[in-house]
């Protein structure tokens, strides 16, 4: 059952994977692919330094949707589905942090409440 609250967390992450890898960054779209195997150490750090990098994640994705709206005001092609989409896909990213303040997740990791 743990599993269905973490996919947020692993969603996010594959997502992050596969945006380094289309921008042509292949080790951090490696260690985004790398990190939901994290999940399997239960340390009170690991959720820790994986809310670190959802939060990192997020605001990649926000520097990225600024980025493509800046390109596509300047071929003067619509920008705003592509905001909206890459907002949601930010907004996920971050809010899936918050996986972790689950009671049965914070028992899972030893996390103090």
Known sequence: MNLLKLLPVIFSLLLLGAHFSRIGINSLSIIALLFPFLLLFKYPWVP?????????????????????IDIRIDKGEDWLRLAVIIGVVALF?????????????????????
């Open 48 to 68: 820790r330094v994986i809310q670190v990098v959802l939060v990192l994640g997020a605001l990649e994705w926000i520097r990225a949707t600024l980025m493509y």
């Open 93 to 113: 990213t971050g809010l899936s942090s918050l996986s972790f303040q689950h009671p049965s997740l914070k028992k899972l990791y030893r996390l103090l409440s």
